[in-house]
């Protein structure tokens, strides 16, 4: 099968590789450049574990081909800490005991950090919707929210 | 010694590495020279293989193997029954487990017949799809019921019926019982199948290396210790030369305990071909190839007296296993088992009949056929309490066990073979306290007005009780390391329960240390290699137990050798924050790091009698499981224009013992009623009279999302467990036990004008159409029916039903 060459920047770090077409993008972060923890859980676009951020737009990685991100900013969980440092995010999870198993996290993650630079104030309302994009079977979501609540709370003081 | 941490809300320790994605799963080893497996499986339910041929695929670029069950030769034999049945007497038994690899028939869709082995997956899953595979169909035994008439088409072709057990167990004489009974109440009720859905599919990565004369193999599995028993066995090499590592696992919920053929094949090709090789079940896959749960039909009976006292419990019930039975008969033990609640039932009649069916295998799932045991019983009382005219509340109340009952022993055999005896217990005060959150007493003039509104608001609130906790045993090491870092070893697999915090919690009081600073390692043979896995609510109970044992032991290390290196008695000692040092005199003493350091020297001789370094192993084995128990209550609203159910406010008052870290222990309740939910109103798996399943993906198979599930209150009751020094039960289950049954009760309270009866979960909206219809009532004119009078009152309601 023909090779097609991109280019990424993937958390602020330059990627050239030569990939098939019918490569995953979820696939070609995970094998290609050893960037797992994006997880895959469904491969259909339903759970939401591989979501990744695609010019600071959440999308599903396990939807996209490696070559449809070409020249595209990306942002996966592994950039959200900084130094060491968990992102405020990844911290009101730890507090809020928003995960158990953890795979689901790390999708939700990006979503939840996409989604409060766009509504850094949002209602109760607007954080299930937003949360119930993604599957967990771990937590019964009850303290992701929270998790979600609180990052919120905690950036706007 | 003080408990500082132990009942503390400790942010976990693991945490930080599932954040910020640098937690190892499976899927995320990557080894040089790392092939790819993709298995080809039967798309039909019931086939003879007619013929395979593998010839042209293993020419395909790429491909550098592919196997059929010829090809593993003397291995691919049927497994062993994992779980052998209890010593009930006259039990009837037909074990059947899977090959590896199906040699000349498939019995269900989705059973594996070939593997392929390439460079990549993806070319991997092209081999696959080109195989040349020829099947010829049979008629297939589908349907529970079908399946044991005589002229069902066999699963198994050697057995004379589809019969794969039969069991009684008995207590006291319940035909008597009924004689004198007021009321016989009698239903039918269905519970029908639904999958884990843990969101990380199985997988294994397996890798021979000849170098080291090792197998290491990393695998999605809840009991790594008995894989790398059965891998040493399997391959005739020392168990030292097998390492099963069960890094961290994206949920379990029961079937990771399996042992599957693809946990056999994996090392098979490795040690075959000298090269590591990864498989990961896809999605598709799991619908069919990781086992399920739940559907069974139960025929019972209860027998009470006019004031509702229970008399006794009759019970005959039919349990689906599948195409094969490899797990023994835990799920319907645990049925007929769980069924008699936290109640005084004084004869009780069970007998079940596990069936040979077409479809996937069963075993157990989260709660593993406690749920059934609990609907069936929580039914029926619901039933007496409408017949009798007896309060909901106050007939669960009536029968409940004393504090002063137990232990109380329900004479017949639990799951693990031990007597059926629950170690303690009190009942009445969850109930209280749940009556109490849920406004109960006020809740039917909530359900009036709401009515005067054309709103269908209804309340549900049963008991459960849980067996947990079981044995036979588990182990730890604790060690001091030089560098004053506590490292906890243990032989159970995590999968999310928190495990890496509170192990350290229950070291950390031992030693006098901050949790935050113990290590602890789970699931890596090479680690810890004495143990049997995580199943059963047992983690806390029995490895915690295990961990407090060994740090005990360190903690009389530490003092022994300070009171020889202090000069000093070692009551005059103490231990906290991380120094042992003489009482009063803090400077007079060693940081534990210095101490580690001296207790392994480099010079001079260890002391007979003594061992070097701070450290120790520990097991702990309980006599029988302990029962925890709890209450659940919950308002919901049924739209009378769709059918859908929403569930207003949910609440959980439970006992499993001394609580070792409350958030932990709320977000196992969280997550076991969210699974709850989805099995109670969204969940189904859709065989056709083929055996096909036609809903085997996310979008079709409903689970919870976070719309669905309302907020949970949870409290936390506190009976210790007598059978284990740091009191605890078992919690991880507990969630998911009572939710269909409390469920049903509020849909039903909900349209309590209508009469309806809900004696079948899942109660899809389309399941509660028909009912509704089935009352011949269509739900467009459910709207007009509300109205004041024709609420509140169960008997009114009964004879208001059209």
Same mark, same amino acid.
């Given at each position: 099968m023909s090779l097609i060459r991109i280019r990424v920047r993937v958390n602020g770090e330059e990627h050239e590789r030569e990939v098939e077409p019918r490569l995953l993008l979820s696939d070609f972060l995970r094998h290609d450049l050893g960037l797992t923890g994006t997880h895959v859980g469904c491969e259909h676009g339903v759970c939401g574990a591989c979501t990744m951020l695609v010019d600071g737009d959440p999308i599903r990685s396990c939807l996209l081909f490696a070559v449809q991100a070409d020249g595209r900013e990306l942002a996966t969980v592994e950039g959200l800490a900084e130094d060491g440092d968990l992102h405020p995010v990844q911290r009101a999870f730890q507090e809020a005991h928003g995960l158990q198993c953890g795979f689901c996290t790390p999708g939700i993650l990006m979503t939840v950090v996409a989604f409060l630079r766009e509504q850094p104030t949002p209602t109760p309302d607007q954080i299930r919707d937003v949360v119930s994009g993604h599957l967990c079977r771990c937590t019964g979501y009850q303290n992701i929210l929270e998790a979600v609540r609180l990052a919120a709370e905690q950036a706007a003081s | 010694m003080s408990a500082r941490w132990f009942g503390a809300p400790v942010p976990r320790n693991e945490d930080p590495r599932l954040l910020a994605g640098q937690a190892l799963f499976v899927d995320d080893v990557q080894l040089p020279g790392l092939l790819h497996a993709a298995f080809v499986r039967s798309d039909l339910a019931h086939a003879r293989i007619r013929s395979l041929d593998l010839s042209a695929v293993r020419a395909h670029p790429g491909v550098v193997g592919a196997y059929s069950a010829e090809d593993l030769g003397d291995l691919c034999i049927a497994g062993p029954v994992l779980v052998p049945p209890p010593p009930i007497e006259r039990l009837e038994f037909h074990a059947r487990t899977p090959l590896p690899l199906a040699r000349d028939r498939v019995r269900h869709v989705g059973e594996a017949i070939a593997v392929i082995v390439a460079e990549s997956r993806y070319i991997a899953e092209d081999a696959a799809e080109a195989v040349e595979l020829e099947l010829e169909p049979l008629e297939p035994a589908v349907e529970l019921e079908g399946a044991l008439a005589p002229d069902a088409p066999l699963v198994h072709e050697d057995l004379t019926s589809n019969l794969a057990a039969h069991v009684i167990q008995e207590k006291g004489d319940y035909h008597t019982a009924r004689e004198g009974a007021d009321r016989v109440i009698r239903r039918r009720f269905r519970y029908d199948r639904g999958v884990s859905g843990a969101l990380e599919n199985r997988g294994i990565v397996a890798w021979w290396d000849p170098h080291d004369g090792r197998l290491s193999v990393w695998d999605t599995t809840q009991a790594p210790i008995p894989v790398r028993n059965a891998l040493a066995a399997t391959f005739g090499? +020392?168990? +030292?030369?097998v390492r099963v590592i069960a890094p961290f696992i994206g949920g379990g919920f029961g079937p990771k305990i399996m042992f599957y053929g693809e946990e056999i094949i994996l090392p098979w090709i490795s040690l075959r071909l000298g090269r590591p090789v990864k498989w990961i079940e896809d999605r598709y896959e799991s619908f069919f190839a990781t086992t399920q749960e739940r559907e069974q039909i139960h025929d019972a009976e209860l027998a009470v007296a006019a004031d509702g006292t229970i008399l006794g419990v009759y019970d005959d019930f039919l349990h689906d296993t599948g195409a094969y039975d490899p797990y023994g008969l835990t799920v319907p033990i645990n049925s007929q088992c769980t069924l008699l609640g936290p109640y005084r039932v004084p004869n009780y009649y069970s007998e079940f009949k596990v069936v040979f069916t077409n479809k996937p295998i069963v075993t157990p799932v989260r709660g593993a056929g406690r749920q059934h045991g609990v609907f069936v019983m929580e039914r029926l009382l619901d039933a007496a309490a409408q017949e009798l005219g007896i309060d909901r509340v106050e007939i669960r109340r009536r029968n409940y066990l004393d504090p002063d009952e137990f232990p109380h022993d329900h004479e017949i055999l639990y799951q693990d073979s031990a007597h059926l005896t629950y170690d303690s217990g009190n009942y009445a005060p969850a109930l209280e306290r749940a009556a109490t959150l849920i406004d109960y007493e006020a809740f039917p003039a909530e359900q009036r007005k709401a009515r005067e509104d054309g709103r269908y608001v209804g309340l549900g609130i049963v008991s459960y009780v849980e067996g947990t906790g079981i044995g036979p045993y588990e182990g730890a090491r604790v060690t001091v390391e030089p560098s004053g870092t506590v490292c906890v070893a243990t032989g159970v697999g995590t999968q999310g329960q928190g495990h890496f915090t509170v192990f350290a919690q229950v070291v950390a009081d031992q030693l006098g240390v901050d949790p935050a600073h113990v290590r602890v390692v789970t699931g890596d043979t090479m680690e810890f290699h004495w143990g049997t896995g995580t199943f059963a609510s047992r983690g806390a109970v029995v490895a915690g137990n295990a961990c407090h044992a060994a740090a005990q032991a360190v903690r009389e290390k530490i003092f022994t050798l300070a009171s020889h290196l202090l000069e000093v008695s070692e009551d005059d000692l103490e231990l906290a924050d991380g120094r042992v040092a003489v009482k009063g005199a803090p400077d007079h003493g060693f940081d534990l790091a210095d101490l580690a350091a001296r207790a392994n020297p480099l010079r001079g001789a260890v002391r007979p009698g003594t061992e070097p370094g701070l450290e120790a192993t520990s097991y702990f084995g309980p006599d029988r499981g302990s029962t925890a128990s709890g209450v659940h209550a919950l308002i919901l609203e049924v739209d009378p224009e769709t059918a859908l159910v929403k569930i207003l406010r949910y609440v959980v008052v439970h006992d499993c013992g001394v609580v070792i870290n409350p958030t932990i222990v709320e977000g196992q309740i969280h997550g076991g009623v969210a699974l709850g939910i989805g099995n109670a109103f969204y969940e189904q798996l859709h065989f056709d009279e083929s055996g096909q399943l036609s809903n085997a993906s996310f979008m079709d198979y409903l689970l919870p999302t976070a719309s669905e599930i309302p907020p949970i209150q949870t409290e936390h009751i506190e009976t210790p467990s007598p059978l284990n020094p740091l009191g605890v039960k078992g919690v991880g289950e507990a969630g998911a036990i009572p939710v269909a049954a409390a469920f049903a009760q509020a849909v039903e309270n909900a349209l309590a004008p209508l009469g309806i009866e809900v004696l079948e979960i899942p109660l899809s909206p389309q399941r509660l159409f028909d009912l509704l219809e089935r009352v011949g009532v269509e739900s467009r004119e459910l709207g007009g029916l509300g109205g004041p009078g024709r609420a509140g009152d169960p008997a009114k309601a009964a004879e208001d039903a059209p």
């Open positions: - | 090499l +020392s168990e +030292s030369q």
